[in-house]
């Protein structure tokens, strides 16, 4: 009950409270901003909400606009001010977010909105993150704030949705409380050691890339391989032969050849970790993507590859004008349906199917 209609109503009765007694301090710590950083006070970005959905987040500014010889705004750490540093390390500067908590863009407790740019980079458990709003602050914030490195944070941010309770909500905001007043866990210096995820997981992740027909045959063996695999896994009783699926691969050169079908392989250090296969579709006067197959050598899983292929589609997609990617997945594969859903496809049909006794 809490989950589905408390933690909203919570919300929204604490941050038109906390708006109205903040009022004067709010007033101050803009004219403060005003004076000493000049305009705009107020910082908005672009941030993923529920579901993925992007919304911008509200803050005092921080930050000068010093730019360097060539009109570049200079490195975040040469503009952060001291009068910046300490907003941040009171957290004053987080004070405009509660309009976004009474719009409904943030929850005051879940985990915290990252950068837009971080999207690809999660992995398909990581990405549950977006299943409840994000809140100013979360279990990551009470247990090292910004100290922490990428993989505990991340990982207290699924913990929070599966512990998620009034009781989990109400020790969170004490704790926070405490940790401001005691600036524990700020780091506002310049040896701040995390990096951004995307440099981080983007040196682990090389590159994805879209493959033509020669590329196709240069890795046709892993592709068959990995064609094996999932058949061999997912249809074990199925009239698929394993020879069907060097055909398959073989078959590939010729669709990409006739443009019908999108090949995306994913790299790490060189080395060919999946690919990505799906094909134009007609539904009526629409155009869709269909994706046929996404399959990763057992190394690469839960590393961010699948998520960062599916965001190449979705790139090719909006570039060539597709309404949208479609696909089919049985019931019974419940990690892929999670980890679809997850990413934001919505099921269309429901497939059943009753055996008889003859």
């Not at 000049?38 to 672009?46: D, H, L, S």
């Not at 981080?200 to 994805?208: A, H, N, T, V, W």
């Amino acid at each position: 009950m809490y989950r589905k209609f408390g933690k909203r109503l919570f919300d929204i009765v604490f941050s038109f409270f906390g708006l109205l007694f903040l009022s004067p301090t709010i007033l101050v710590m803009a004219l403060l901003v005003r004076i000493k950083l000049g305009a705009p006070v107020i910082f908005c970005q672009e941030r993923p909400g529920l579901k993925g959905r992007i919304f911008k987040l509200y803050k005092f500014r921080s930050m000068s606009n010093q730019k360097d010889k060539n009109g570049q705004l200079l490195p975040d750490i040469e503009r952060l001010t001291s009068f910046g540093k300490v907003l941040r390390a009171a957290s004053l500067d987080e004070l405009p977010a509660l309009l976004n908590v009474l719009k409904g863009d943030v929850s005051l407790v879940g985990p915290r909105p990252l950068l837009v740019k971080y999207l690809p980079y999660y992995t398909a458990e990581e990405s549950r993150r977006h299943n409840v709003r994000p809140g100013i602050t979360g279990l990551a914030q009470i247990n090292g704030r910004n100290i922490l490195n990428w993989d505990t944070r991340l990982a207290l941010d699924t913990q929070y949705i599966d512990e998620l309770s009034f009781m989990l909500d109400a020790k969170i905001i004490a704790q926070t409380a405490l940790k401001v007043l005691r600036r524990d866990g700020v780091v506002v210096r310049d040896d701040n050691p995390m990096q951004d995820l995307n440099i981080e997981r983007g040196e682990q992740m090389k590159c994805i890339a879209r493959l033509m027909a020669d590329d196709c045959l240069k890795y046709r063996d892993d592709i068959e391989v990995l064609l094996q695999e999932v058949y061999a896994i997912n249809l074990p009783a199925s009239n698929m032969s394993m020879d069907r699926c060097g055909q398959m691969a073989a078959e590939l050169v010729d669709y990409l050849n006739n443009d019908s079908a999108v090949l995306f392989g994913a790299f790490e250090n060189g080395d060919f970790a999946g690919f990505l296969w799906a094909y134009p579709r007609n539904i009526g006067s629409e155009r869709r993507l269909h994706l046929n197959h996404i399959i990763l050598k057992s190394q690469y899983r839960k590393k961010s590859f699948g998520n960062a292929l599916l965001r190449e589609l979705e790139n090719y997609a909006v570039n060539n004008e597709f309404a949208g990617i479609e696909l089919l997945c049985t019931i019974s594969n419940i990690d892929a349906m999670r980890f679809y859903e997850r990413d934001g496809f919505v099921a269309e049909r429901t497939q059943f199917f009753k055996k008889v006794e003859h």
